[in-house]
């Protein structure tokens, strides 16, 4: 499995640069890249994402590089993930929409770390 991770900022500071690879620090849920964000595409390039930090603004994620997912973006990317039958047999797919609902409920913003 090449694994993209995903998880919720708890601190978000708005003018820092995100390029350091911490999946530890952010409790972050692990999905198959090829299996999944392959089938998502075309849906995930109308999420605005920024790459990152908010200088640079984006759509989609960043396949081989950190990707911010601002509040706003996060209930599109939970309809896509929702909207997936894997869903009701894919324990990281529960776990990641889980995910994606706490920081919702939290209004925070999610990292995401491709392969």
Not at 26 to 38: F, L, P, Q
Not at 59 to 79: C, D, F, K, V
Not at 86 to 91: A, C, K, L, S
Request: charged share 25%.
């Amino acid at each position: 499995m090449i694994k993209t991770e995903f998880g919720i900022i708890d601190d978000f500071q708005p003018a820092q640069k995100y390029t350091t690879y911490e999946p530890e620090q952010y409790y972050c849920v692990a999905i198959d890249d090829d299996e999944y964000i392959d089938d998502w595409w075309e849906r995930l390039l109308m999420i605005r994402t920024y790459n990152m930090s908010l200088e640079q603004p984006q759509w989609a994620l960043s396949r081989w590089g950190i990707t911010l997912i601002p509040p706003e973006s996060l209930p599109a990317l939970l309809e896509i993930i929702a909207e997936d039958n894997r869903i009701y047999w894919d324990d990281d797919l529960v776990e990641l929409a889980a995910l994606i609902r706490q920081a919702i409920t939290e209004n925070k913003y999610m990292i995401h770390y491709g392969v």
